[in-house]
Structures are given as structure tokens and as C-alpha cells.
């Protein structure tokens, strides 16, 4: 989604924001821009594309040196992908430029004000908006830039991350907040700004995250944070986390190749001290419900979107089972729109990679605002999510950057898995039962090794079916949210058709699909429902169907597969989180078959913070 930099310091401004800039490309966007402050009038290269098409015409334009820019890359909300609706914009005269992330509800109005008198509108952005109210502000005598910023934005209604820079005021930039994340990066004598730690997170690792309602002054040797009604707020930086941080390729092809191989190591950070196998529980400390708390809940609703939302499906599942809770996964984006009944024995729990997705972030706030009690399951410390919720469970999966999600989406249930144990020894899963859990949590990490070099197997199956035009994807109570983000995973990133179904619903309408030409990939755990998973293989097979088989199980020997995947036997209970990693793998190597961009899809974005 949209991204922004912002620099001020003595350093190689231009460079520095390019650098940043091409640190958020994951996040997807379809246009980039740089502006600075140049002999009191602002000069801007913006371009349609990639990041390093910027490169060219910046370091045309834009050398020598200023001292503070600002820098964005635009996912288009407002306006088609032109160079005209890039970031930043400015106003009539030129003496403001402004990056703004989020939406402006009421920009169709104050764009019939600004035109009514007189101002020139050269984009079809809501953001354009806000370079001429402030400049206008300025105009009208405000006092500083910050109030002239504060002042338009009490005009707008809406979202906004935003940075401002003035032409007339070269070393200074103002940023806002309100429901779009701004991060303002301590270095010495130079200081960053950015919506994403990422951004930044090369030059200083001390940071001050602003809060919604708050505006911040930033110079190369200082930073002043005031909220809307102009009370100072005094904020230290704080210490950016491992996870928080941007990083390389080291070697790797792409970054979810990167990303799945480090999910042994990523599973062992997420189990570090929380396992108790002497009463076969677990520790999570960052949620803050003491035992009788625990006890005392009815309900658990997980929700968030995308692969977040299977994983809260699976969560949910290992909830039901193992605390005998009631726990149910909706997706946060539909959660937020059907004015929910809020229990209050109920714990509602939020699931996000980056902690900034909008339509998750506005579920939280609206069962907050109804009274209920809301954890999270965030990996991005300090997040919006994360912090909206002030307690959870992080999932300390590191930095993730391809649009893909794999190590994260692993630490999500492997946290759901050691929550759920928590729940269920607190109610009545057995000590035993507890112990043995603990013991397969402990044995994950180095099964999803045996996995991993299960490579070029996996590969070769992707080969094979990597021109089919549609797939199924199958699986039965613990199968299912396995089959539904194997399934996410290939769409995303192959673009092929995949439709997840329970197995025991394809005779109930779907059926009617199979053929030589619809390979069906088959979850099947080794668990109770083995006879029923047998039960859709054979009814696959009669109608000619091509049977990818992945299991945890020993399966009959006349089962008729056309190929299988086998993954080693954990416990029925975690095994989900181990039939999850070949269907990530299956996906990788049929987008590499067709030649598809793995870590940036096209039309999706990392994280997702418009509603
Ligand atoms: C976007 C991405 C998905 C991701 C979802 C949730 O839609 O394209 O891949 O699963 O956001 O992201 P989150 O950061 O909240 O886990």
C-alpha cells in the first residue's frame, strides 16, 4: 500500500529517500514521487512504475543538496495510476508538497471549495486536498507550519499519514497522524520519517511512534510532538524491534523464498519461554487475563483478512478442540460492517502480519467501542493493531516482505496452537494431554526442516500442473483452513483459479467440476476423519480427476493418488501447521513455472491500510 519517507539531516536527502522508498516496495504500490524544498519553491520528480524508474529522472532533477524531502509510493485509491496523481502534490504556487497515506472522506467537497475559489486542481486525489489548505492557512497567517497543518486538517474527514514540506521553511517537516501509521526515526543529527519502520530502519533503530490526533516538527537536530489542540506531548524514542526491521535478500532468489526457509528458526523464536512441559501449559505473558479470566470466557471470536483470517479459522478450530470453547473466525473486513453482539464473556482476538491492516484495525476499534475485551496476534511490534489492542501474543516471525505470507501466517496458528493448550489446561485438557502437546510444539521447528528439503519433489508436481487453468483444494474439519490458504496462496501468487471446498461438500454440487483437467491437492491429516478424506479421494479418481495427496498420514497403498506429498506425523491436533508448508511451496514453484513476480502479485498490495 502506500508508502512514505521523509528525511531531514545533512545527508544525500534524494538518495536517502530513493533507498527508502524502494525498502517499501513491497508493500505494493503502482507510482512513486520525491520532492524537496528547493531555492523557496519545490521541485518533484514523480513517475508511473517502479522505483528505479525514478532513479533517473531524480538524479537528473534533483542533485545538489536540500535539506529535507519528502517521498511516497502511491497504490491507486483516488484517480488511475498517472503521473498527475502521484505524490506529492502541492499547491497552486508551489510552496507546499505534501505525501499523504489513507482516505479523505470529504475531498470531493473541498476540492468544490478550492476550485470555487479559484484554486487550480491538477489531480483527481482526495490528497491534493490538503497542499492547498495548508498553503492557504500559511497564507491567512498562521503562525508556524505545524499550525497551519493542524488548522487544515480540522477541514478534512477521513484517514491520514501525512508529511509536509514548505518551501520557505527548507529544513523543516511536519507529520500528522490519524488512523494511518507515522514513525519518526532518531538519527544523530539527521532524522527520518516513514509509515513503515522498514523504511528506515537501516539508518537508527530509536524511534517515536506518532499516535492518532498528534502532529510532530521535525528538523535534522530535533522533533516536537504537539495533538491537534496544540498540547505539547513529550515522547522518547523508543527501541525498534528485530521484527520492525527491513532487510536483504541474502542469497536467496526472492523474499518468500527467503521467508519460507526461515520458518524453522522464526517457529523457535515464537517458542522461546513459552512452553512449560513440567505442567504441559504454556506461557503467554503479553496477555494480560489472569487465570480466573481465562476461565470465566464462553466465547473466542478470532478475525482478520486474508491468509490472517484462515489462519484465525485454524486457530479457532485448535481452540474449540483442545479448551472445548465455542470459537468461531470471522474475516475482520466483513466483522467491522455487521454491527456485532458484543458478549462480555467473550474474547475477541485480532490476527495481522503487519499490524496496519485498515479493515482490522477498524474491527478492533468498533469492539472496543462497544466494550469488548480485544487481544491481538500481531508480528509488527508496535503496529497500530498491536498497540490498539495493548496486549496479545507478537508473533516474533521477523520482517516479513513478500506479499505472500508464510512465516508469519505459521507463527499465527503455531500461537494459536500455544494458546489454545494455555485455555484448555486452564479448563479440562488433560496434564497428559498437555505434555504431549508441548512436546510436538517443541518438535515442529525441525519437521518443518524435513519439509523444506522436501524442495525439489514438491517443485517437480508444481511443474507438472502449473498449466491447469483451475484447481480444487480439499480438506475436512482440520484439512479445511489448510485447504483454503493453500489455496489463497496459489491465487495470489500463480494466479490460477483455486477454490477450496470441504471434502465432504464436493458431492453436494462441485463434483460436477471434476475432470482430467481440475487437479484436486487433498489435505489430509492423520487424524478421525482419515475414511472420510479416503472417501473424496475415490470419488476424485472415478471421475478422472487428477489426486494430489498431502498427508501426515500412512495411506492405503491402493488409495488412488496421482501424486503425493507426505509431511512427518506430529500430533492430529498440530499437524495442520505442518500440511500448511508444502502448499506454500506448491504455490512457489507453479508462479516460478509461469513466471510470475512471486514477492510482488500484481493488485495485491503487503498490507492493505485503505479500508
Ligand atoms: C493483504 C495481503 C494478504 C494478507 C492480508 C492481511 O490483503 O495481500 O496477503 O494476508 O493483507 O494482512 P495482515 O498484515 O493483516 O496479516
Redesign the pocket.
Known sequence: MCGIVAYAGPGDTTAILLEGLRRLEYRGYDSAGVAVAARRKIKRVRVVGRVEELTDPVGADLTGSYPAGIAHTRWASHGPATTANCHPHTDGSGRIAIAHNGILDNAEQLRAEITAAGGVLTSDTDSEVLAHLIAAQLEAGAESLVAATSAALDRVRGTYGVVVLDAREPDTIVAARHGSPVVIGVGDGEMFIASDPAAIAHHTRKVVYLDDGELATVTAGDYATITRDSRRTIKAPVELTAAAEGYELDGYPDFMTREMHAQPEAMRRALAGRLDPRWGTTRLDGILLDARELRSLRRVTIF?????YYAAEAGALLIEQLARIPAEAQPASELRYRNPVVDSDTLYIAV???GE?AD?LVAVEELQRKGARVIGCVNVVGSSIGRACGQGMFLHAGPEVS???TKAVTNMTLSFAMLAVLLGRIRDLSPADGARLVAGLEKLPAQVEQILADDEHIAQIARTYANASRMFFLGQVRGWPVAREGAQKLK?ISYIHAEAYPGSELKHGPLALIDESMPSVVVIPDDDVLERNLSTIEQIAARGGPVIAVTSAELPKSAPITHMIRVPHNSPELDPILLTIPLQMFAYHTAVALGRDVDKPRN?????TVA
Open positions: 482478520g483478512c486474508g491468509s490472517a495481522s502480519q503487519s491492516t482490522t506479499v505472500a505470507s495470489e495485491l498490495a503487503k498490507s492493505v
